[in-house]
């Protein structure tokens, strides 16, 4: 538990970067921002939406089946990207169901900390964010624009990916 402002900011930091269905998570919205649906503010929306779900739970408190929710959201952002043109209308209200989700579970590493810990934790929890979702997806936009050979096999790979995170995640969570 993060005792000062600067562990609770590494924490924050930290926390969707050594989770894999998070980390997994943060750079699919970079990716279906930049290549599918063209909202550059979706990754900050699904980040500050997951402020909200930290604080959600700091002052709510838990509860049943958050893991498998937020590893739901997984397929959902895949969904996304293969079925553009069906759910590209639905991408902000999944950025915000989503960022709650993953917020809600975030939540639960900073039970009991002091107001300054929460405030530390959603600064870096929001910069992180931020940070790897829009790097993602615009190193993916310049893959694609560059070579859409090698942007098609990365594409396949993302997929790959998240398909197999979302697998195994689910699965952990329903045991």
């Not at 990754?43 to 838990?62: D, E, Q, T």
């Not at 960022?99 to 910069?127: D, R």
Request: without cysteine; glycine residues 10%.
């Amino acid at each position: 538990m993060p005792e000062t402002f600067g562990s609770a900011f590494l924490s924050g930091l930290g926390h969707p970067v050594i989770g894999m269905d998070h980390l997994v998570a943060v750079l699919l919205v970079g990716f279906v921002s930049f290549i599918v649906t063209r909202r550059l503010l979706d990754p900050m929306l699904f980040a500050m939406s997951s402020l909200l779900g930290v604080l959600l739970h700091v002052n709510f408190g838990a509860f049943p089946g958050v893991e498998l929710a937020v590893a739901i959201t997984l397929p959902a952002l895949l969904a996304l990207s293969w079925f553009s043109q069906r759910f590209a209308a639905h991408s902000r209200k999944l950025m915000v169901v989503g960022g709650i989700l993953h917020g809600f579970a975030y939540g639960e590493s900073i039970l009991g900390v002091g107001n300054t810990q929460v405030v530390a934790y959603l600064l870096g929890l929001a910069i992180i964010q931020a940070v790897l979702s829009y790097s993602f997806g615009a190193w993916s936009k310049a893959l694609a624009d560059k070579s859409p050979k090698a942007f098609a096999n990365f594409e396949n790979i993302v997929s790959a990916v998240a398909s197999g995170t979302a697998l195994v995640f689910i699965v952990a969570s329903l045991r």
